[in-house]
């Protein structure tokens, strides 16, 4: 069992930064490729960015050249830096690991809130 736990969300006017963080149990970042993901109130979720076990990244349109994912593997951490936060980002921000040999192996966190408002 994996666990997840998001940090870093909050408030911040549009423009800001935020740089949220995904501690995982237990060492898995060699095994698991790791996501964001987000979810508006009255939307679907959906993809922000992802970090492959490879370290290749792919990001949403719609956060290129503003958002960066990285990880450490040494602190089994997934990190989210938002930069130039627009309102349009305010959502509820998911971690999410997958095995890279088994789909079906999939979690989530618990979630963390960032709100973009001036």
């Known amino acids: 069992q994996v666990q997840l736990v998001e940090s870093g969300g909050g408030l911040v006017q549009p423009g800001g930064s935020l740089r949220l963080s995904c501690a995982a149990s237990g060492s898995i970042l060699n095994i698991y490729n790791m996501g964001w993901y987000r979810q508006a109130p009255g939307k679907q979720r959906e993809l922000v960015a992802t970090i492959s076990t490879g370290a290749s990244t792919n990001y949403a349109d719609s956060v290129k050249g503003r958002f960066t994912i990285s990880r450490d593997n040494a602190k089994n951490t997934v990190y989210l830096q938002m930069n130039s936060l627009k309102p349009e980002d305010t959502a509820d921000y998911y971690c999410?690991?997958?095995?890279?040999?088994?789909?079906?192996?999939?979690?989530w966190g618990q979630g963390t809130q960032v709100t973009v408002s001036s």
């Open positions: 999410n690991a997958q095995h890279k040999y088994y789909s079906s192996l999939r979690y």
